[in-house]
């Protein structure tokens, strides 16, 4: 199957910093990636989706303004947790599905630690 | 967005086949339903995905009638490293459509 990569696996900063956290995909383009956040014990939540070339949308209750969406070409999309907080402490993951396809592929996830 | 239910989590034994029942009784024309797998800090892991009857892949089976309205994961002689959760989507083929996830069922095998 396809294969999707997050950078980096794991993260700790400090509260008041930002951190970027980026979504590849190694074998395939795709013009539309999808972020998600999961806490312990939970599902995973969409937080928004990102396009190649264009703005990202973000499901409700998500900052924009927060978690910014960059997808620059069509293998690379990245989210930066700005000014992160302890809540924002997580594990985050990315999906893409090659286009035309129907199966949608996840990324490792990245465990971030705001301290 | 169709809406899947499933029950919350199950047990088995080593060596057991487990089947995981979903119901999307408002899946649609276009949707495709499938199955990941998702251990502790990992991503989800594509099992199988099916439009209609049945689909086998080297992992698993899937098992969906004719009114397409629920949907069955086959697991055949499960062992302790398929302890994981089981989430059953639907998706709509060929777009770019999100995909919303249930709570999924915690599979637990046991020796």
């Known amino acids: 199957g396809a294969v999707v990569s997050q950078h980096p696996s794991r993260v700790i900063c400090k509260s008041g910093t930002s951190v970027k956290i980026e979504c590849r995909s190694l074998?395939?383009?795709?013009?539309?990636m999808f972020w998600y956040r999961q806490f312990p014990k939970q599902s995973l939540m969409l937080m928004a989706t990102?396009?190649?070339?264009?703005?990202?949308?973000?499901e409700q209750g998500v900052e924009k303004d927060k978690f910014l969406i960059n997808h620059a070409s069509l293998t690379l999309s990245t989210l930066t947790v700005t000014s992160a907080h302890p809540e924002d402490s997580s594990f985050y993951i990315c999906?893409?599905?090659?286009?035309?396809?129907?199966?949608?592929?996840f990324g490792p996830g990245t465990r971030l630690l705001v301290l | 967005l169709a809406k899947t239910t499933q029950p919350i989590s199950m047990d088995s034994y080593e060596g057991q086949e487990v089947n995981i029942t979903c119901s999307h009784n408002?899946?649609?024309?276009?949707?495709?339903i499938t199955w990941y797998q998702q251990f502790p800090s990992q991503g989800p892991r594509f099992i199988i995905q099916?439009?209609?009857t049945k689909v086998t892949n080297e992992v698993a089976s899937l098992f969906i009638p004719a009114d397409r309205k629920s949907s069955t994961l086959s697991l055949p002689r499960v062992s302790l490293s398929d302890t994981a959760v089981y989430y059953c989507?639907?998706?709509?083929?060929?777009?770019?459509?999100?995909?919303?996830f249930g709570k999924g069922t915690r599979l637990h095998i046991l020796p």
């Open positions: 999906s893409a599905r090659a286009t035309g396809e129907e199966t949608q592929y």
């Open positions: 074998d395939f383009q795709a013009t539309t």
């Open positions: 990102s396009n190649e070339g264009s703005k990202a949308t973000y």
């Open positions: 408002n899946i649609a024309t276009n949707d495709y």
């Open positions: 099916g439009y209609k």
């Open positions: 989507l639907v998706v709509e083929g060929r777009r770019d459509d999100k995909i919303i």
